[in-house]
């Protein structure tokens, strides 16, 4: 049987899937591979299209009755935060234009618990585009901040932009939990034992890039929208972990604490008490 799993053409993602889509897993299933940038594969998992997909932690609430939160695969750490950015340094962003990579975005979903404490007045707008486009429109001025992801870190000085807040300090500062970020989902119709050898499959997939980096700079490379290698290796650094290899106690504090916050705060439904059960 062959699955069908989507996720993002980002580093991150293609380091840690390399192996496995490339059948060097001794025993990981086949599976046919669709890239696509987190909002589409956000939209995947509400419509339940796919076996397999990276989602944003912020859209399980909504998807959980038919998929099963993976403990590995994913992008969780410290350091690694959304920033918030702007052409003008310090700007106030009450009653402003933003853009966001989706609005159930982890991203996006840390912004608003970010804004309920610290923008009174509420932004304006928020206009959702894919994230490599977001820093040229903000720019451009089309749109007066953007929320970025990804190796946005680390060349948003290119744009001429400046970051008006790090969401990742705030949310390590107010809770000492790690970032969420990305998820991996299957489907629990799938089965428990499949379930878990989609588990043991990802992680060796992990180990074996480890391993062995190398063997999948082809495939980053191929898929990494004109980034240079430095950016490619620091983007992988960054977001490539040991919370990537498993979840552990501390991921999944992070992941708890988060969308039990959100929920809260009404921005997400609550989670059922066995929610983030993997089987």
């Keep these: 049987m062959t699955l069908r799993i989507g996720y993002s053409p980002c580093p991150n993602d293609t380091f840690v899937f390399d192996a496995w889509a490339h059948g060097r897993v001794p025993g990981g299933p086949a599976v046919e591979v669709t890239f696509a940038d987190i909002d589409l594969t956000n939209g995947m998992a509400e419509r339940g299209e ?11 609430p909504w998807v959980l009755d038919d998929y099963a939160l993976l403990p590995c695969g994913g992008a969780l750490g410290r350091g690694c935060g959304p920033l918030v950015l702007a052409r003008t340094p310090g700007l ?15 991203a996006y979903l840390l912004f608003r618990l970010w804004a309920a404490d610290l923008v009174p007045g509420g932004v304006g707008e928020v206009v959702v585009m894919p994230f490599h486009e977001i820093m040229p429109a903000v720019r451009e001025g089309k749109v007066d901040a953007g929320l970025v992801i990804h190796e946005a870190r680390f060349t948003y ?21 790690p970032i969420p970020l990305g998820a991996i989902i299957a489907k ?6 499949t379930l878990q050898r989609l588990a043991d499959t990802i992680r060796t997939s992990v180990r074996m890039a480890w391993d062995d980096p190398e063997a999948s700079r082809p495939y980053v490379r191929a898929h990494a929208q004109e980034m240079s290698a430095t950016v490619a290796d620091q983007h992988i650094g960054l977001y490539v972990n040991e919370f990537t290899a498993d979840l552990g106690e501390d991921g999944y504090a992070a992941v708890r604490g988060l969308l039990t916050r959100a929920a809260a705060e009404g921005l997400v439904p609550p989670l059922g008490r066995d929610a983030l059960a993997f089987t």
């Design 50 to 60: 796919y076996d397999i997909l990276k989602v944003s932690y912020a859209v399980l």
């Design 92 to 106: 106030d962003l009450a009653g402003k234009t933003i853009a966001v990579p989706s609005e159930r975005s982890t």
């Design 157 to 177: 000085q290119n744009y001429g932009l400046h970051r008006l807040v790090d969401l990742g300090e705030h949310w390590e500062s107010t809770t000492s939990l």
């Design 188 to 193: 629990r119709s799938l089965g428990a034992e």
